[in-house]
T-cell receptor, first 114, second 107 residues
Framework: EAEVAQSPRYKITEKSQAVAFWCDPI?????LYWYRQILGQGPELLVQ????????DSQLPKDRFSAERLKGVDSTLKIQPAELGDSAMYLC????????????FGQGTRLTVV | AQRVTQPEKLLSVFKGAPVELKCNYS??????LFWYVQYSRQRLQLLLR??SRESIKGFTADLNKGETSFHLKKPFAQEEDSAMYYC?????????FGTGTRLQVFP
């Protein structure tokens, strides 16, 4: 069964360093989401792609976060520089399209900033 | 603006008791509502969506546009239902989640 792949599963980085996360969505899924989930809270949408285009990044801290999906397939989320408050689970999800379809989630990358 | 509210962080019941997990939403158009579930050490996954109007694992949810609610219900809880439950709303361009409710079902 096809799954959304994320790497790494765990990342520990020092404050002010750069960190990157990778996501490979299910083949054929045009919509890709990056969420941040702080412990005890629900997933917060950071950025949403439709193919290679960003359709929503209103909650992305653009001074330090960036995301790209160059060929409309896999995606990278980068943080530079990392801050202590960035410690969270970063989830990637994909869906065939936005409306009415199921979003499939990866296992996430747990980031700890020390 | 789109918003999903789940007022309860934790809901604890005994096996066999009825369960209702509350979800209220705010959206100016016609929303698509979903319930997602995360079992321990597993990925977040879809439980059910309002347009399919089906029962999954004994759970049902009815969209009440007048009360802007989409509560999740099950008449008899089972221990294996223990998990985090997230209500989600899909508007015209994005999918957002509530803060989640942890359901604990005691034997």
């Amino acid at each position: 069964e096809a799954e959304v792949a994320q790497s790494p599963r765990y990342k520990i980085t020092e404050k002010s360093q750069a960190v990157a996360f990778w996501c490979d969505p299910i083949s054929g899924h045009a919509t890709l989401y990056w969420y941040r989930q702080i412990l005890g809270q629900g997933p917060e949408l950071l950025v949403q792609f439709q193919d290679e285009s960003v359709v929503d990044d209103s909650q992305l801290p653009k001074d330090r976060f960036s995301a790209e999906r160059l060929k409309g397939v896999d995606s990278t989320l980068k943080i530079q520089p990392a801050e202590l408050g960035d410690s969270a689970m970063y989830l990637c999800a994909s869906s065939f399209m936005v409306e009415n379809t199921e979003a499939f989630f990866g296992q996430g990358t747990r980031l700890t900033v020390v | 603006a789109q918003r999903v509210t789940q007022p309860e962080k934790l809901l604890s019941v005994f096996k066999g008791a009825p369960v209702e997990l509350k979800c209220n939403y705010s959206y100016s158009g016609s929303p698509e509502l979903f319930w997602y579930v995360q079992y321990s050490r597993q990925r977040l996954q879809l439980l059910l969506r309002h347009i399919s109007r089906e029962s999954i694992k004994g759970f049902t949810a009815d969209l009440n546009k007048g009360e802007t609610s989409f509560h999740l219900k099950k008449p008899f809880a089972q221990e294996e239902d223990s998990a985090m439950y997230y209500c989600a709303l899909s508007g015209t361009d994005k999918l957002i989640f509530g803060t989640g409710t942890r359901l604990q079902v005691f034997p």
